[in-house]
């Protein structure tokens, strides 16, 4: 219960930290547009010297690519996506897949060859992988440039490179690592120099310079003016989220005092297992109503209950199921008893209930009626084989003195002699003088 309740608290201070200490950089600090423009030419120069010995072709005007079956893109996707759980599906409908239609073309057979890798691979049989995706390099040469270079294609040097490096061969594995790196170089440098040429057919390169010239000036103007606005609601907006927090924590540590102590409160006045109100709560109670009934000329009535033989149940069944029989008679209790009524555990296996504004023979008819639900209960799910019965004793204020701790006393006497007479029984307390 700690950690859930701090748990929001943790969120809040995480969220507003965050905010203040690393997104200011991005507020405050203005925007620089030749350091930007020195980054990218340092960023592009060094991309030209990696490639420099690459010098590839133009490779997105080969020949068209191959068609592809959908059921083995499917397959790939598959795998690529949920290796583990989709290994062995895969693994099955591969072979089915080929033995559907033997016309292939290169490709397809090429990607087939891919997914066995693959599935071996990801079995950790990396010798059979390296066997199955080495049949991929004699297609290649049938396979257009624009489309072996695509990552379904490509990929096959990187899985390569890991079944290598698994099998402890890491020349192989770096060579076919620094193949995939290369051909990636290969594709995208492809198509940079194609758009590259053509916005040079499509516009006048020099004129476009000089007017992206100016409007960078005039840009780099209107940003150091916005981020000067923003640097100062970004304060702003910091001061009011450190002002929001603070009240959200203070609040939050302020409920969990109010139900911490709202739940002290309440285990000091009930009974942990059964949650009725506990021997304590139950002569407090027990001392207004009584104090009430006599100033107000009112009748008033006490059962006691115990149950029959419950240390038989406690040694046959355990203390497990004596519990859930307690819990179960506490149930029917409150479900017997009136809104207004005061029931509750006095300990063990006894109640105690308190009823107001009632007479001697209504509370022997309610007690009746109790009885008979705890007689008829059904305990066939704790495989209880023996009948669970309550004897009960009933007192009345009208019979006795006003003290409470009496009129329970006479409830004692009145259930001890209903138990001496055969148990499973009610007696009031008038019955037993009279015995």
């Known amino acids: 219960m700690k950690k859930m309740f701090m748990s929001p608290i943790i969120t809040l201070l995480t969220v507003n930290s965050l905010y203040v200490f690393y997104l200011?950089?991005?507020f405050?600090?203005?925007?620089v547009e030749s350091e930007l423009n020195e980054s990218t030419q340092d960023k592009e120069q060094a991309t030209i010297d990696i490639t420099a010995t690459i010098k590839p072709s133009n490779l997105l005007k080969s020949d068209e690519p191959l068609p592809i079956n959908a059921r083995i893109l499917s397959l790939l996707d598959l795998l690529t996506e949920e290796p583990k759980k989709n290994l062995i599906e895969v693994e099955r409908i591969l072979p089915q897949?080929?033995?559907i239609d033997e016309t292939f073309n290169s490709a397809e057979v090429y990607l087939m060859h891919f997914l066995q890798g693959l599935i071996e691979h990801d079995a950790q049989r990396d010798k059979k992988a390296i066997r199955e995706l080495e049949k991929t390099l004699p297609l290649r040469k049938n396979i257009p440039k624009k489309q072996l270079y695509l990552p379904e294609f490509a990929e096959v040097n990187l899985i390569l490179s890991k079944s290598f490096s698994n099998v402890g061969d890491f020349k192989q594995a770096f060579e076919y690592q620094d193949k995939y790196i290369i051909d990636?170089?290969?594709?995208?440098?492809a198509i940079r120099n194609e758009r590259i040429a053509e916005l040079d057919k499509t516009y006048a390169t020099d004129h476009k310079l000089k007017q992206n010239e100016l409007l960078v000036n005039q840009n780099k103007i209107e940003r150091f003016k916005i981020k000067d606005a923003e640097n100062k609601r970004f304060a702003q907006q910091r001061n009011i989220s450190i002002l929001v927090t603070t009240v959200v924590v203070f609040l939050l540590l302020l409920l969990k005092q109010l139900k911490i102590r709202k739940r002290l409160k309440s285990l000091a006045k009930t009974d942990t297992l059964t949650s009725l109100y506990n021997r304590r709560t139950l002569f407090e109670q027990?001392?207004?109503l009584v104090d009430t009934a006599i100033s107000e000329q009112q009748p008033l009535s006490v059962i006691l209950l115990d149950i029959d033989f419950f240390k038989n149940i406690n040694d046959t069944y355990g203390h497990d199921a004596g519990d859930h029989v307690i819990k179960a008679i506490a149930q029917l209790g409150s479900e017997t008893m009136r809104s207004r009524d005061v029931f509750a555990r006095l300990g063990g296996e006894e109640f105690a209930g308190i009823l107001p504004g009632v007479t001697c023979a209504e509370a022997k008819a309610i007690a009746e009626r109790l009885r008979e639900k705890v007689e008829n209960m059904e305990l066939s799910a704790l495989k209880i084989k023996?009948?669970?019965?309550v004897s009960?004793?009933?007192a009345c204020l009208d019979s006795l003195s006003s003290d409470f701790d009496e009129l329970l006393n006479a409830a004692d006497i009145a259930m001890y002699f209903a138990k001496a007479n055969g148990r499973n029984r009610v007696c009031l307390y008038n019955e037993n003088i009279e015995q």
Do not use: F, N, S
């Open 24 to 26: 200011a950089p991005l």
């Open 28 to 31: 405050a600090t203005p925007y």
């Open 97 to 99: 897949i080929k033995a």
């Open 184 to 189: 990636g170089y290969r594709y995208y440098d």
């Open 286 to 288: 027990g001392e207004l």
């Open 386 to 389: 023996q009948q669970v019965t």
């Open 392 to 394: 009960i004793g009933v």
